[in-house]
């Protein structure tokens, strides 16, 4: 049914206005002064924004690892991130050495068809780049509109490729037009001190965090970017946490290489003390790159708003405390890495960034979701609220004030890491594609409707504008 969005405050990366928005058969048709349609729904946005959806650029869901499956599946994952604003999300899919990329992108469709509630993507991982793998890159990109590739710096012997796999990949990428991107840790040097910091009797939760130190990110996060400098390609770094990391983009981007960078909400909020809790509680928090000194925050908060940081991503990787991280009582190595933000991302920043004065709201709807769209070959049809593009939209209570807990979020996970933080402004109605997901902060959305995205090509002339339009930045 058409739907008419009226007296709403638009919000855009680049626009805040009043007008009214005509949804019909997905998209967004028009966009006025005192639009009416006899035939549609009118819904009345007085006193709220209108965002275009959420992006979440990084998500595991039900993602094996050690030993265990994340919490969240497509299903519930979807439901919390449409609670917290998000209508689209781009999934890790896990490869396996030996098998082919098509055999991994169909393990992941069978975990999200009919599952999920909203739209979703797939970045592809690159484990061993031999012949085979670089051939069927190009195959994917064209055939099944998965245009962006992961390589994992760190976890040894598990997920970790080697230097020559990145390059490969990178040099790949670059040909047929896909984006790397990174878990940038020296995870060779992090082997060296878990296995010394266990034999030193050091089996604590804080020593995840002591045996990754942030020189460990500098140093990955270097050495990718001079790759891919190299290899004439492009990057983007999942997760930075720390000034050493920071440096390297900034440093690589002022020599005008693309590099780009995504941080997370709970590295904008939470720090390396919170694995310190007694009673194992600081397993909570355990998840790679660990959280870091406090310091941190005002460098990651800066870098943001400077655009040295282009995104936010949840790195939502939701595993119980009891029963899960459970696992690694008494041996750190072996507490399942991860943390659940997919619901929380978007308020998080709205609450600590824009009303807290940190970025201005074009930011933050240039952070949350268009610079996603523009990166990973979505832009315009999602990232923005523009005649033709998807009705992706959020209405949003800037003043609403609300408690983070695990009484009360939508996720499958038996805790918040986020637990009694009080957060401004709240997701109210959330429709994808113009239907409602959440409607007054109920979800009445449909497991298998959101619909698999085959994404575009990387291309640099679409950000090249985007750079020039967003000066003031
Ligand atoms: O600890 C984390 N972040 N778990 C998910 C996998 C990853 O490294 O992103
Ligand atoms: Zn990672
Ligand atoms: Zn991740
Ligand atoms: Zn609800």
């Given amino acids: 049914m058409k739907k008419i969005i009226k007296n709403g405050m638009i919000v855009t990366a680049t626009d805040t ?17 005192g639009l009416s349609d006899v035939y549609a729904e009118v819904i009345d946005a007085s006193g709220l924004y209108v965002f275009p959806g959420g992006i979440d650029p990084h998500t595991h869901m039900e993602m094996p690892f050690g030993g265990t499956v994340t919490k969240d599946d497509f299903e519930t994952g979807t439901m919390a991130a449409a609670h917290g604003g998000t209508t689209t999300i781009i999934d890790f899919c896990l490869t396996e050495k030996g098998k082919t990329l098509k055999n991994a992108l169909s393990t992941w469709h069978q975990k999200s068809k009919d599952k999920s509630v909203i ?14 793998v670089l051939e069927e890159i190009p195959v994917v990109i064209e055939e099944e509109g998965v245009t962006s590739f992961k390589v994992f710096m760190a976890y040894k012997n598990v997920l970790q490729a080697d230097d020559e796999t990145l390059y490969q990949t990178l040099t790949t990428a ?34 995840h965090a002591l045996t990754r130190p942030p020189e460990l990110e500098g140093e990955a996060t270097g050495r990718a970017a001079k790759l891919t400098a190299l290899a004439d390609s492009q990057l983007y770094v999942v997760h930075v946490t720390c000034k050493e990391a920071v ?7 002022s020599k005008g290489f693309n590099v780009f960078g995504e941080t997370c909400p709970q590295y904008l909020v939470l720090d390396q003390s919170y694995l310190d809790q007694p009673d194992f509680e600081g397993a909570k928090y355990v998840w790679s790159p660990p959280l870091r000194d406090k310091s941190n925050q005002e460098v990651l908060w800066n870098a943001l708003k400077s655009g040295q940081l282009q995104t936010i991503g949840s790195d939502h990787c939701s595993f119980d405390f009891d029963g899960q991280k459970d696992l690694g009582k008494g041996d750190f190595t072996k507490i399942p890495n991860g943390g659940p933000f997919v619901e929380d991302r ?31 070959g979505l832009f315009p049809r999602k990232g923005t ?20 807990s695990v009484d009360t979020h939508h ?30 902060k109920e979800f009445v959305g449909k497991p298998g409707a959101g619909k698999f995205l085959k994404r575009e090509k990387y291309n640099s002339d679409a950000l090249q504008r985007q750079e020039e339009t967003a000066t003031g930045r």
């Fill in 119 to 132: 739209d979703y993507g797939f970045h592809l991982q690159i484990v061993e780049a031999n012949e085979s």
């Fill in 411 to 440: 996720s499958a996970v038996d805790y918040s890491a986020l637990e009694g933080m009080k957060v401004t402004g709240e997701p109210v109605t959330v429709l994808s594609r113009g239907e409602y997901v959440v409607k007054d």
């Fill in 247 to 253: 440096e390297q983009i900034a440093e690589a981007r």
């Fill in 174 to 207: 670059k040909k047929h037009g896909g984006l790397v991107m990174v878990h940038a840790e020296n995870g060779d040097v992090i082997e060296h001190l878990t296995k010394e910091a266990l034999r030193n009797g050091n089996t604590e939760p804080i020593y």
């Fill in 17 to 33: 206005y009043q007008a009214d928005i005509l949804i019909e058969n997905e998209k967004v048709k028009a966009i006025g002064q």
């Fill in 346 to 376: 978007f308020s998080v920043l709205f609450s600590e960034g824009v009303k807290k004065g940190r970025i201005s709201i074009n930011q933050f709807v240039d952070m949350v979701s268009t610079q996603s769209a523009k990166l990973f």
């Fill in 385 to 404: 609220i523009a005649p033709g593009a998807d009705a992706d939209i959020v209405l949003f209570d800037p003043n609403a004030e609300r408690t983070i």
